[in-house]
């Protein structure tokens, strides 16, 4: 038996005490026959919009166009549809213009992106699987339901999501989604670039981020990231970073794999925060560029830059030529040695009492820093005097 959280099992019970058939489905079930534990969960039901909202005491009504309604519960929200089956899809379009309430869950099934997607398990832990899923999901394969090209013309988006599952999975693609996949590639300029970006960082995320070399060589990510081939070795090494610095070596990647993109320019495709597109836009500059892989070279990129770029530059870096710059920032940071003015030991207030005045003043606090960049230990209040010229 699978272990369902009571919140969710109470809403199945529930649905059936009001004499309708409920079945969990898609991410949740699929998680649950491969032993991992689901982030959340969804059910399908007989049950209308109208009832559902007529059963449950706390509802939102979050897509009754499509059949969904949002059922709150002391557990969480949880996505209760009523089966249905979808009519035609305008082009570009990643909903249906149209869906028809359905009889029965095998029909709601046969609307699902791919197999290991499309399997039901009810209260009573028996399951419903009519396209194999389960044996997929057992064989670690990804197969569209029915005609791929169908399934990706319906919707563009479930290619990227399919390198997705593919990395987050581990799973391999069955060889004709494949085909139909590259195929279909050009339906993806379509997408928003926001629903791009959200598959873009869940891949890099992974533990598989060499999954976005074949998003990019066939074409998934145009016109974002024209079509080229990325080093995948290059992009292996992405699992050395955290995910959230990712991002910064990923735009080095692209930007050294075609001269006409900038990683900034990137990162604006993608529509990524704009502190995200000035910290790793910059840092996969400066990674590009190149700096002295020194505890010298990442303070100086600290004082140039800020810290939150030359993480991201030293990150882009390690990637990049494998050099073990990060660490030295962490190191050069944890020692509490200067990298910027206000780190000094002495002030702007202690250049204007003897004397400095205007532009002056900045100059010699940039001096004074470059200095103990190089020599740390010379940040005294005494030693940066002298090296001005002054004696107390």
Same mark, same amino acid.
């Given at each position: 038996?699978?272990?369902?959280?009571?919140?969710?099992?109470?809403?199945?019970?529930?649905?059936?005490?009001?004499?309708?058939?409920?079945?969990?489905?898609?991410?949740?079930?699929? %998680?649950?026959?491969?032993?991992?534990?689901?982030? +959340?969960?969804?059910?399908?039901?007989?049950?209308?919009?109208?009832?559902?909202?007529?059963?449950?005491?706390?509802?939102?009504?979050?897509?009754?166009?499509?059949?969904?309604?949002?059922?709150?519960?002391?557990?969480?929200?949880?996505?209760?549809?009523?089966?249905?089956? +979808?009519?035609?899809?305008?082009?570009?379009?990643?909903?249906?213009?149209?869906?028809?309430?359905?009889?029965?869950?095998?029909? %709601?099934?046969?609307?699902?992106?791919?197999?290991?997607? /499309?399997?039901?398990?009810?209260?009573?832990?028996?399951?419903?699987?009519?396209?194999?899923?389960?044996?997929?999901?057992?064989?670690? #394969?990804?197969?569209?339901?029915? %005609?791929?090209?169908?399934?990706?013309?319906? +919707?563009?988006?479930?290619?990227?999501?399919?390198?997705?599952?593919?990395?987050?999975?581990?799973?391999?693609?069955?060889?004709?989604?494949? /085909?139909?996949?590259?195929?279909?590639?050009?339906?993806?300029?379509?997408?928003?670039?926001?629903?791009?970006?959200?598959?873009?960082?869940?891949?890099?995320?992974?533990?598989?981020?060499?999954?976005?070399?074949?998003?990019?060589?066939?074409?998934?990510?145009?016109?974002?990231?024209?079509?080229?081939?990325?080093?995948?070795?290059?992009?292996?090494?992405?699992? #050395?970073?955290?995910?959230?610095?990712?991002?910064?070596?990923?735009?080095?990647?692209?930007?050294?794999?075609?001269?006409?993109?900038?990683?900034?320019?990137?990162?604006?495709?993608?529509?990524?925060?704009?502190?995200?597109?000035?910290?790793?836009?910059?840092?996969?500059?400066?990674?590009?560029?190149?700096?002295?892989?020194?505890?010298?070279?990442?303070?100086?990129?600290?004082?140039?830059?800020?810290?939150?770029?030359?993480?991201?530059?030293?990150?882009?870096? %390690?990637?990049?030529?494998?050099?073990?710059?990060?660490?030295?920032?962490?190191?050069?940071?944890?020692?509490?040695?200067?990298?910027?003015?206000?780190?000094?030991?002495?002030?702007?207030?202690?250049?204007?009492?003897?004397?400095?005045?205007?532009?002056?003043?900045?100059?010699?606090?940039?001096?004074?820093?470059?200095?103990?960049?190089?020599?740390?230990?010379?940040?005294?209040?005494?030693?940066?005097?002298?090296?001005?010229?002054?004696?107390?």
């Amino acid at each position: 038996m699978f272990a369902i959280p009571p919140h969710v099992s109470d809403t199945l019970k529930t649905l059936e005490i009001a004499g309708h058939s409920a079945h969990l489905v898609g991410g949740c079930v699929r %998680d649950l026959l491969r032993g991992a534990e689901p982030h +959340d969960y969804d059910i399908a039901t007989s049950a209308t919009p109208d009832a559902i909202a007529a059963i449950f005491p706390h509802t939102a009504p979050t897509g009754t166009r499509y059949g969904t309604v949002t059922v709150l519960t002391d557990g969480g929200g949880i996505e209760v549809t009523t089966f249905r089956v +979808d009519g035609e899809y305008a082009f570009g379009s990643r909903r249906p213009e149209n869906v028809a309430f359905a009889s029965s869950i095998a029909d %709601d099934l046969s609307r699902r992106d791919f197999t290991v997607n /499309a399997v039901a398990l009810n209260l009573r832990g028996e399951i419903t699987d009519p396209f194999g899923g389960r044996a997929d999901i057992e064989a670690r #394969i990804l197969r569209a339901v029915g %005609d791929p090209r169908a399934r990706f013309r319906e +919707d563009a988006l479930r290619m990227l999501r399919l390198l997705r599952f593919s990395a987050t999975l581990g799973f391999d693609i069955e060889p004709n989604t494949r /085909a139909a996949a590259v195929e279909c590639a050009s339906l993806c300029r379509t997408l928003s670039r926001e629903r791009v970006r959200d598959e873009v960082l869940k891949i890099l995320s992974s533990s598989a981020p060499a999954t976005i070399a074949e998003c990019v060589g066939i074409g998934l990510l145009e016109p974002t990231v024209a079509t080229v081939e990325l080093p995948r070795e290059t992009l292996r090494r992405l699992t #050395i970073l955290p995910p959230r610095l990712r991002i910064a070596a990923f735009a080095a990647i692209c930007a050294q794999s075609n001269d006409e993109l900038s990683p900034s320019g990137l990162l604006r495709e993608l529509r990524l925060p704009n502190s995200v597109i000035r910290e790793s836009g910059r840092g996969a500059f400066a990674a590009i560029e190149g700096f002295e892989p020194t505890s010298f070279g990442v303070k100086s990129l600290c004082a140039v830059q800020g810290y939150g770029a030359a993480e991201c530059a030293c990150a882009a870096s %390690d990637v990049l030529y494998e050099t073990a710059t990060l660490q030295l920032l962490r190191e050069a940071i944890a020692s509490a040695e200067p990298y910027m003015i206000p780190m000094l030991a002495v002030t702007g207030d202690d250049l204007v009492v003897r004397g400095m005045v205007g532009v002056d003043i900045g100059k010699a606090l940039r001096r004074l820093l470059y200095h103990v960049l190089r020599h740390p230990e010379d940040n005294t209040r005494e030693t940066l005097l002298r090296l001005l010229g002054f004696v107390d």
